[in-house]
Each structure stands twice: as C-alpha cells, then as structure tokens.
C-alpha cells in the first residue's frame, strides 16, 4: 500500500528531483549508496548504534537521555523493558519513529530491533515454548507455521529485525543457554535455523522483507565451563565441521541479513575482533554478505574483559576492522561513537562505508523508507488472534517427550472424587519460559502452570499440592515427609522437577541457576528436588515425573527404574500446561524426541551421540564414561502407540552430473491409537581423511499415521551434502558409507545398510 | 672404561680396516650414517620398532615368539612384565642382547627402552612417588638427586632410553593420568621435565648419555572427557601458549632425544598421522630434531579407531610421512613391518633413511655398540642403596601437602596407652603407587602402608583400624556405623580416602577408578568413602583426613569446615608411608604446594589457576562456577611455622643488548620451627595481542629457613620471557606488567608491582 502511495508520487514528480534513495523503484542497494553519498561522518557513524533501551519498567521514559544516547547512536531503535504491554508501547515507539524521520536532516528512520525468542518482545504477544523445546517436536512444517505468527505479531509492533534464530550447538549441558538453541546436532540446527529465516525474511504484499534476521552466535556454544562470554579452544576444523554447519546452511539457504559474532575469544581471540573467523572464514568461505554485529557489550569486553585493546578507541578500530558494522550496546558507553574523530583514516572511512551501506541496505529492504508506520488497529487483530493461539497449543503438545511409560499413561479419565492425584515438586506452580519471554513464571499474565491446568481439568479438590522443598535452598528438607504422606493418600504421584530460566524481573527470579547468564556445575535437578522424588519413589506409589527446563537433566538409574512415567516438557510456552494435560490423559498422543543428549552424570561431559570414533577411547581403554550407551539419546522419545520401521533401502542414482543416494523405509503404526513417528536417516563414511563423527543426522521426517496406516518415506541425499570440512575445504571422497534408519540415534532404534557412493 | 679399550683396540689395527660405524672415534652421526649404508631394507625396517615385552609373568620366555616378533622389528628391546626382579631379568635380556650382537649380520645391538616413573621398570629397585607427587615438593634440586637415582639404576639394568618425562599439562581433572604428570602450570612442568632430562641424558665418564629421554605426549592432556585417547579441540594459540610450552622449554634446554606422539586426535587429525603438529610445529617452529615415536597402538588406530586410513599398509605411510620414525608396539600385528613392501618408493625411502639415521644416532650416543653390557655386580651394589632410599625417604617428605590445619596437627609424641588412634577408610591399608609402579598395593615388597607405618611407630595396640565401607562398592555401607563407633572410642580419628591407580595385576586391580585407562566422571572419593567421612565428623570427634591418589578430590565445605586437619599425600613412593606418620608427629615439617587446583564440583571443570581474564564470565555474568577462587588453588600448602613475606621489589635493568626484571623479596621464618616456603613469582601483561592468562608463574625457589631466619630471594628474568606465541611467532611486545610474589597463586597470598617493560 505505502508502495502504491509512493509509486504515484512519484508520477507527479520529475524523477530527478527525487533523491535516488527516496525513490522505491531503484535497489536498495543503489538506494543504500546515494544516501550513503549524502551522509556526513557522524551521521555514519550514528546508524553503527542505536538506541537499545526507549522504555524502562512501568513505561519510563527518559527524555535526557535518550537525546544523549541518540547523538551518535541512531541506527536502530530496541523497546527496553520487557514488561511493558506492547500496545502501551506502541505509541512511544511509533512518537520517536516520526521525529526521526522529521526532525533529523536526512530523515534516516530507525529499524526496530529486538530479540525475538519465544515471541514479540514484549508482553501482549502469543508466547510460544523457545528453541530447544519446539526442535522436540522435530515438526518443520509446524515450526513454519509458529515463526510465521511470531514474524506478524513482530511486523504488528513495527520490529523488522530480530536477533534470532540462535544456530548454536548445545554440547556444552552446564550452560545456562542449552534452552536457547534447536538441540545438539548440526543438520537439525541447520534445518530449523534455515526454516527460521525463511520464514521470518518473507516478503509482503509489497515485495519488502517482513522481518530480517540475525543469526548468532558465530561462534558459541562450547565456552569453557558453560560460562555465557568464556574461551573456547576449537580448531578449524572441529568449527567448520561442527560449530559453523548450521551458519553455512542457513546463509546459503536463508540468507539472513545479519550475523551477531559471540563474546567468545575462539583460540585466545575474541569474536568481536576475530578478523581470522569474520573474514576469511565466515565472508570469503561460507559467503555470508550481510551486517556483523556483536553481542551487546562484546565490542567495550576487548578493552574491559578479554584485554587485547589497551583502549575504548582501540577496541572500535579493532572491532570495526574484524568486519563489525553494527555495535548493540544496551549498557553505556559504547565504543563504536568512538570512531567520530578518526574521519580522517581512509582505512577507517573505508571500513565505515560499507558498514553503513550494508545497514541501509537492511532498512531498505524491510521497507523503513516506505512503508507506513505500524498502527494499533493492525496490533489489536494481529497479536494473540485464534489462529495464533491455536499453532502455539500444537506447539506445545509437540515439544514434549515421553521418555518412559510403564503402561500408567494416559491416565484414565477422572470419573469420581476418589481418583485424587497427589501434585509434588516446586516446579508444578511455574509457568517457566526462559531468560528472554515476556511473562511472569509464577503469576503469568497468559497460559496457566502445569498445576493449575491439572486443577481445572480434573478439579481442583482432586489435586493435592504439596511443594515438598524449595527450588534452590538446601538448608530446609522439612517438607519432604509431608510431600511423601501427601503422595501416599493420594495413590498417584505426578513430581515436577527441573530449573529456572526466567527474566531477572520475574516473581521467580531468586531461583534461577538456569539462563543467559548462569552456568551450572551440577546437572542434576537443583536444590534438593532429587530428594522429593526419591523420598516419593521409595514409597512404591505409582510415580510419574515431569521435568522442566531449557537442559539436560541427570535421569538416575533409580529414577528411571522406579518411576511409571518419565516427560520432559523442557521450557515453556503458554500452552504447555494445557498440553502436558492433555498428554497424560491421552487426548494428545507424545511425539517429541530429544534434540540433546541427557547427560548421564554431572562430569560425564562432553556427551552428545555424534562424538568422534577415538572418543570413546582406544580398544584397550576402560572407559567409565560410555558415550556409545547414554541413558536416553539423541532422537529418542516414546508414544502411546507403537511403529514399525520395515524394508528400509539405500540405494545409489546417478544422472550426467550428480549422484543421488536415495533412501527409504516404510513405518507403519502397529498400535492402537493414532500417533505421530520421526523417521531418522544417519550416515558415516568407513574412512575419511581427518576424524569424523561416529554417526550424523542427514535427514528427518514426522509422520503422522492412524493406527494399521503405513506409509513409505523417501530421502534424497545428492552426494555432495555426505562430505566434510578440512582445512577449510569442503571433501567430498568416495568409499563406503553406512546409512542408518530408524527412530532414535540409539543403535538398538536403527537399521544400517553400507553401500559404496 | 669402554672407551678406553675401544681406543687402544683401535691402536692395534689400521683405522681404514674397522668400519666407520665401528669407530668411536667417529661422530654418533657419521657411524650411524656409515652403518646405514651398509643395511639393507629389512634390516632398516627392523629399527623402526622392537621387541617390548620379552618376558611374561613368572620369567615366562617364547623363543618363538620372540623369534617372529624380531624378524621385522629388533630396534629397541623391553622387559615385558613389571612384576619380574630386575635381578631375574637381567641374565635373559643379556642373553638376549649378546645373541643380537653377535648373530645378526651387522651386530647392531638393541637399545633397551622401558617407561621409567616411579623407578626402574622392574621389581628391585627404588620406588619414588610419580610425578606429580614430586611436583608437590617445588624442589627442583632433590627433584635432580631423585632422578639421577632412577638414572642409574635403569643404566643398571642396560636401560638406555626412557619413555620419559610426560609433560602434558594436567587441566582434565576426569582423566586418569593425572598422576603421572606435574601439575597443571605450563612453567611447572617445563622445570621439572628440564632438570629430568638434563639429570638422566648426563654423560657418563666415558662420553656417553647415561640415558636418552622420550618426552610426551606431544599433545595429550585435555582429552575429551578426560578419556586416554580421545579428541581434543585445540586451536593453534591454545596449544602453543599451553600445551606446548613444557615441551618448548624442554627441547630448547635439555635437546632431549625422542618425544612421543600422543593418541589423540587434535583437531580431528589423529597424531600419529598429524604433519601440520609434527612437522610445522615440532620440526620448523619448536625445533625438535630427535625422534619421534608412536604411543603405543597409535599407528594401529589410525586404521582401527580413528578411521582415518582404510588399511594397515596406509596406517604405516601416514605416520612415516608425518613424521614418526619408531612404533611401540606392545600389541601386535604392528604397522611398520608393512613398509618392507616399498622399497621402490622413493619418498617411503627417504623418509626411512632419516628414521633410521635418528635411531642409530641414539645407539650410538648411549653408547650402546661401545660399552659392555651392564653386570650383575653393579646391578647388586647399584640397586636400592643407602644413598638412593634415603633420597627416596626425602623426596616422599616434601611430596605431601598440608591443607589445613586448625593446631590439632603435629600430634603429641605417644607417650602412654591411653593415647589411642582411630585409623578409617580403605585407602590406610593399601600403598597405591600409579599405574606404572613395579610393587604391589595391598602387600608391598618394598615400603609400609600408612597404616603399617603408624602401627609400627605407636604401637599396634595403640591403632584401631576399621575399614568402613569398600573403595567402589556403593552397594554395603554397614560398616560405617561400626566405623563411627571406633572413632568415637579412639577420640580422634584419621580417615584415609581416596582412589586406586596400580598395575592391572596389583592386588588391589579391582578397586582402579584412577590410572592410564581410567576416566572418572565423578572427582569426588569413589563409593561411599565421602559418607564414611562425614558420619566420623558428624560425631565431633577431631578427624583428620589424609587423601590418596594421582588426581585432585571434590572437597565438600562440609568436610572442610570440620575436619581438624587435611593432608594430600597424592600417589605414594615406597617411603611415603613414614612420612605421612612422621608429619604427622611433627618431625618432618611439611612443605609441599598443590600442583593442581582442586575441583570445587564434579562438574565444574575446567578449573586451573592460570585460566583466560574471559573465563570468568562478562561483567555482568553471574557464573556458578567461581574460576577465581576455588577453594584450593595451585601453589597452596601449609606449614607448622609461619613465613613472612616482605619489601617486594621488582624493576627493570638492562644492558647494551637485553632488558631483563629483577625481582626479589626477603622471606622471613617467623613461626618456631624450622620449615620450608616455596616462593613463588607471577606475572601478566596488562594488554595482549591476544587474550592471555589472568597470572602465570614464571619463577619458584624453595628454601629452608630456621625460626627467625630470614632470607632476600632474587629472581632475574629476561623480557624474552615474558612473551606468548601468536599465530606460531613469538611476540614480545612493551607495556605494564604486573608482577605477584608470594607464596601460593591465591590472590590473598600474593603482594603485586607493576612496571613498565
């Protein structure tokens, strides 16, 4: 529309007495360049920053400093507190939006941009489960459809950019951000993040980017300890054929518009000045041609951290030189504003330039020139519709998994007050979403914990709650005995353990060991939550356990024998409590699987099922940690149904210039009840050149069959997607390879067929 | 004396008639040469491996194995099993080595090679404490009369080379060689591997090296999981400014004559196959000329592990083209033998021509074709003399550490019955030595037990002992409560926890966690030993702990705030028995210092004192794990008196060509006793290139000092020094510096100066 509106101005108007970069019938590239041309320095570099921070709590507004701030730093607009309503903020943003665009000399508008993990950023928007949680559903076409309603509700608040997807691995379990990420293999990372983008960079109605993306971190994921800005050691090649997979598919499939580099010092240097990684490895080997920004204060973190700039200057020219463009900085000051008086270093200037013209670009494209400002009519229909709130109950109902079932599940629906169940575990009264979602865990303004949707399904006077201990503290096991009585009355015992990722802000704040900035030693459950379930277990009730969390969490071998039923709902989205309901009593059947490994003890690290061959020790080790056998692996989780997976094939096709592996299987539901199956194909070649995974991911499919239905599912593999990375060239060697079929990564799960390629 | 007769031999007889290779008057090089040129393929082939175990247990002797086995490889010889007496021992491997001088075409004589750690390989001679026990002692001097002891007792039993010294830094506290290395701190472990291979290469009077050295595992530390032989990640500037350093330092001051290529796969290209690290680094950047050897069944695995070549015949071209010139092979079919096949390649040639010519260069340096083989006579008068055990008894004194003490500790002399000693815990009974030590845990041919040697000081009426639970078994913790009785009887209990690394034929095999091809998820005390503790300080009764094992243990705050005393005695030597009970009584006065950081969790690794300013954590990080300040750290360990460190005193001097820092301090002994302090000199430049370690040593003297003494220590340090490697070039750059001096690597024990350089 605001295309249309353009377009006709400009037939009232010589075109040459419009500017180039107001004109929408020229590239946002050439559009990028005549504005450029037309920028002075501190113009320049003001579009390297931005304002990060518009709003405090209860909607604050600091007009002083905003003015400060927005001097040298007015590149792109953030919306600051999370709590605020989006419709509150709606107003605000779009106030300072018009002043920018009328008040400064060349009208440059602001691009919003937010984080964007489980929803909008702020509250009033559908709250999906994040990351991890939606890679359990190991649905593509589902995960579509939820990017596709966060990407309008974002649209719907003016935020055109978002820093996400997160293409981390999550292979370091101590970690507080395992919740963030799409799970531990790099093809499933690949996937999701490559759907991500797609989905989010779609173009609207008039041919703009709806919202551009910002794919992080580069690289993370395996900092020393699981602490957020620590070292890591990797090598090239442990990168590329690791770490940077799910980054090359998703450039060269997605093309995102940006790239966050990590607070990690990769090899002793850290990402923000890492010229090695940003440039030879990231732009001239994996192609990718977009903005680098740093994680927020990573760029100040080379003077005060990592200590490789003796100086706030130095740490902008060293920055800006490694190939960053765009510093979010939401704590002050920020280096970038720095580079004001060094307009006369043609390096400098060079640089500077096609940061800035890369910006632009950005803008450009996703419309900020042209396209009208959001508006509280479009908000009110699009935030929260039926639509949206019905993808996010799917959702949630796909991102659990069963991990045991004795038979107890699902529960047979309540009929009388006497079938009470007895509620036990701190985790059951929190609604827990992560470090980056817009809601309260214990007072949540939408979507009810796991108890209360228990209490309104079955009735409230048939639960007993009874927490049992504290999250964290470890000083007062008092309660256990009640919890322990309270389970024993009732026959039935559902525990909820797990930990606390929420914003600091949140009622639940005081319990998190879980999260952005936390890292935890132990991976057991926190606090003395082991001891509830354990106390309860030894009553010999009937026990299910459900876990909550962005992580792994360590299953004891006496947990997993005794318990009837195992889930782990990871983190949550509103709806998760609604649908771990409808799961125990059957009116949804399972189908998550686990994205990670759960590790088996808190030192048994690392431990994920693609590890190196030498990994598991030489063959006259005795190794006390068995990385081939973990508890519960990759791929794994359980229905209320059963499948059979027959006549798997791989065979080889070739026409004149590729050759194809093409594999396929047949999986037939031989249950009872209807249900939903991931079909799993893994490879290895016999021998390559440098060490190669054990096993990998390379293709996925979830189907979903009534029960007595089969059908057949068939990949194609060209040949070149089965190579590896050494010494940053992709190999592609012919030989043996071994496919596997199967339901889980576990060798029991799998059927291998070896071929020669 | 060899020497001599050779020469007057050689005054008999016309010098162009004895061949070169004959002549010691010749250079090591020029013989090997001479005798190269006069070998065939198969015999070239031959010396690029051996026969390592000649004898089985009980002297078992295969002639027919042995005769298969030496056909393709009779380069190096070795005894076999650990448990035969070196004075059973020595006949055969004369017989042998006689037979292989004499009957074989050449006469080129076996070189004998056996790992060397806690003594010499066999039964029979000194037992020392391993390596990391005598990195407790920071005594570099009675380190040096330590060594010179294993020196000559392994030159008297025809030991020539050693696979020793390991230099691989301990930072996987999971892995199970812990023990076998000198702590954590790259400047610790290059000392000590100095004055090792300095000490054991010495000439002996006739010019030859007593014993030429393997330095190892070039690289090897920080497998994954702390598995034997699993991957490591490590980037370049990782492995040079860590790693590599001991390794640096080692073969720039002590030119040992072979290293050792680790199992592991770095960056995903196994060692043994790895000519980027061996050729590039090793050769061209760190210099290293000498040989380089496999690790055991490293050439194998490339093939049958490691996946990386696609058959035997490749497996031995990748490692001779990588640069290895030696395979020890206990496990057969060995890999080199494959190479007798190509003697029409030319570049296979070439390649075994330098291998070979390294090998007879150490023939021919250790004198092996010029002195007589060693006699049974000096073997006897040789082998655990007065002189040696008492350096033994000295070396196994300063090995222990003190970590806390609260007064209970020295104890009163015994005077009366009435004096009695609860001794707990299953490590009292067992002397456990490592994984390389010729003696028995459970009935020790030479040295006591703890247990043995308080009895036989007070009085066996005088200890009650009581075991408590099993080492491993988690299943019958009966026998605490029974424990807790005889402490509160006794009034004071000594508990005695730890871990097992000995032989796989040791008495004690059963309960290994700990040892070569051991990894241990948990570092806290294996089994129950914890729960027996914490019930004996449950009851109040003053406790003291004494740990054993080759590895740092979880100590809980519990434990720690409670018990009266805490020592670690790491892995014992056969004196470290009666030394634990003379400390204990206070005529030995301990002065040992932790060589590696304690972990304060199972999960919270890495943990180490020289860690990276990021690994910490952003500044607005609020890390679990507190890498600052672990409760204890490197360099830590107490005294019975008390040392005053004061007038610290660093500045700059320098001359035409060098600027080098002078540090001193005056060390003050202000307590009552005489005693030992380790003073200890770190240092960091405020700003580096790339991210370097928060503090790292770079000077340590030990001295004695009585009460009231004192003494000034001077500490010269070129600025060279103070570099760090970049991308494989060293840098030294100008800029502040801080200096620490003090007596552990604890922030509170440490004054700091910081000057320009």
């Not at 970690?175 to 999701?192: H, I, N, T």
């Not at 997976?645 to 009840?673: H, K, M």
């Not at 390379?698 to 057949?712: D, N, Q, S, V």
Request: glycine share 8%.
């Amino acid at each position: 529309m605001a295309l249309a509106i353009a377009s006709q101005a400009l037939g009232n108007t010589a075109n040459n007495s419009i500017p180039i970069y107001q004109n929408p019938s020229h590239s946002a590239k050439d559009r990028a360049a005549d504005l450029l041309s037309r920028m002075t320095w501190v113009q320049k570099i003001g579009q390297m920053g931005g304002v990060r921070r518009l709003l405090g709590s209860d909607m604050s507004f600091n007009q002083t400093s905003y003015e400060i701030l927005a001097e040298y730093q007015n590149g792109i607009l953030g919306f600051g507190e999370n709590y605020n309503l989006a419709s509150d903020v709606l107003p605000i943003a779009n106030m300072v939006r018009e002043e920018q665009i009328h008040s400064t000399p060349l009208g440059i508008p602001y691009i919003t941009v937010t984080d964007s993990v489980n929803s909008i950023y702020n509250l009033g928007g559908t709250l999906f489960p994040p990351s991890l949680s939606l890679a359990a559903s190991f649905n593509l076409p589902l995960y579509k459809l939820a990017v596709g309603v966060i990407r309008d509700e974002n649209v719907a608040v003016g935020t055109r950019w978002v820093l996400s997807p997160e293409l981390d691995l999550a292979k370091e379990p101590h970690g507080g951000r395992v919740g963030e990420m799409f799970g531990e293999d790099k093809y499933l990372v690949g996937e999701f993040g490559t759907a991500y983008v797609n989905t989010m960079q779609q173009l609207d109605s008039n041919g703009y980017v709806k919202v551009a993306c910002t794919v992080k971190h580069f690289v993370f994921g395996q900092s020393s300890g699981g602490i957020n800005a620590a070292s890591q050691y990797g090598g090239i090649n442990h990168i590329m054929n690791e770490q940077a997979v799910p980054f090359i598919k998703v450039v060269r499939n997605a093309n995102p518009y940006s790239l966050m580099a990590s607070y990690s010092a990769v090899d002793r240097v850290p990402m923000a000045a890492n010229k090695f990684l940003l440039q030879t490895v990231l732009r001239n080997t994996i192609g990718f041609n977009g903005v680098i920004m740093s994680d927020a204060g990573a760029i100040s973190e080379l003077h005060s951290l990592h200590l490789v700039s003796n100086s706030a200057e130095d740490a902008a020219v060293k920055a800006l030189k490694a190939g960053l463009g765009l510093e979010l900085s939401p704590g002050q000051p920020a280096m970038f504003p720095n580079l004001v008086t060094m307009a006369n270093d043609s390096t400098i200037v060079s640089l500077v330039n096609d940061a800035v013209q890369r910006l632009l670009e950005i803008k450009f494209v996703t419309g900020t020139f042209d396209e009208p400002l959001p508006t509280m009519e479009n908000l009110k229909s699009t935030l929260r519709n039926e639509t949206h709130l019905d993808i996010a109950r799917k959702a949630s109902e796909e991102a659990i998994v069963l991990l045991k079932n004795d038979g107890t599940l699902p529960l047979s629906p309540p009929t009388t007050n006497s079938s009470r169940i007895a509620v036990l575990g701190p985790l059951a009264e929190l609604l827990v979403m992560g470090s980056y979602a817009p809601n309260n865990s214990t007072e949540p303004l939408h979507g009810k914990p796991f108890l209360q949707s228990l209490q309104d399904f079955i009735g409230a006077d048939n639960v007993d709650y009874f927490q049992g201990v504290d999250i964290t503290d470890i000083s007062d096991s008092s309660g256990i005995s009640a919890a322990v009585s309270v389970a024993r009355q009732a026959g039935l015992a559902i525990v909820c353990l797990g930990s606390v990722s929420v914003l600091a802000e949140d009622g639940a704040a005081n319990w998190r060991t879980d999260g952005e900035f936390f890292a935890h030693p132990s991976l057991g459950f926190p606090g003395l939550q082991q001891d509830v379930l354990d106390a309860v277990l030894d009553t010999g009730v009937p026990t299910l356990l459900i876990m909550t969390g962005g992580q792994g969490f360590v299953l004891q071998n006496s947990t997993v024998n005794r318990a009837s039923a195992i889930l782990h709902s990871f983190l949550a989205g509103e709806s998760t409590g609604e649908a771990l309901v409808d799961i125990l009593y059957g009116s949804v059947n399972p189908s998550g699987k686990l994205p990670i490994t759960l590790p088996p003890d808190s030192g048994s690290t690392p431990i994920y099922y693609d590890y190196l061959p030498s990994d598991v020790g030489s063959y006259w080790s005795l190794p006390v940690l068995d990385r081939a056998n973990p508890p519960f692996k990759f791929g794994y989780g359980l229905s209320y149904t059963t499948f059979d997976f027959s006549t798997a094939e791989v065979r080889i096709t070739s026409d004149n210039t590729n050759v194809s592996v093409l594999a396929s299987v047949t999986v037939s539901n031989t249950g009872s009840v209807l249900g939903k199956e991931v079909a799993q194909l893994y490879f290895r070649q016999q021998y390559t050149a440098i060490e190669t995974p054990n096993k990998q991911l390379i293709r996925f499919t979830k189907i979903e069959l009534a029960p007595g239905e089969k059908t057949m599912i068939n990949w194609t593999i060209a040949s070149d997607e089965l190579g590896y990375w050494q010494n940053l060239e992709w190999v592609v060697d012919s030989g043996n390879f071994t496919f596997w079929i199967g339901s889980s990564s576990r060798d029991e799960d799998l059927e291998s067929i070896t071929i020669a390629v």
